[in-house]
């Protein structure tokens, strides 16, 4: 059994882009994009490598309960226990705590107010610190 290579296809515009994949500056040019894509890969590859690693995070949340006649206090005290809590979550990890370069943390809350009329802040909190 003989096989004929193919007279042509239905469609000539096709064989015409067939031709122009195949021409020698076209296999030139992938060529050199393949490269420098294996290229860029491999140096990300020894840049990932290379670098030191980032500090984890754990993150640690707490409420204050009713406490509060301040909302600033309130959240203060909120984001310190959160604080203590992520650095206790690392060192529960087996890490060690690098509380500098953290972010303060977030802080919601909610009031009402006594029967003298004061208002009472109830504080929660979530933070993260670097652990490594």
């Not at 515009?13 to 393949?34: G, K, Q, V």
């Not at 504080?123 to 670097?130: H, V």
Request: net charge positive; with cysteine.
């Amino acid at each position: 059994m003989m096989l004929r290579p193919p007279t042509g296809s239905i469609d000539p515009r096709r064989d015409l882009r067939e031709m122009r994949l195949r021409h020698p500056a076209a296999l030139a040019m992938r060529s050199r994009i393949m490269r420098a894509g294996a290229l860029l890969v491999s140096l990300a590859a020894v840049a990932l490598a290379a670098a030191p690693l980032e500090a984890a995070q754990y993150p640690g949340r707490a409420e204050t309960g009713w406490c509060c006649y301040s909302k600033r206090q309130c959240c203060d005290e909120a984001i310190a226990l959160a604080q203590e809590a992520s650095a206790a979550n690392c060192e529960m990890a087996g890490g060690t705590p690098r509380p500098s370069g953290t972010r303060r943390g977030s802080c919601s809350w909610e009031w009402f107010q006594d029967e003298d009329g004061n208002t009472v802040y109830r504080c929660l909190s979530e933070a993260a610190i670097r652990c490594r």
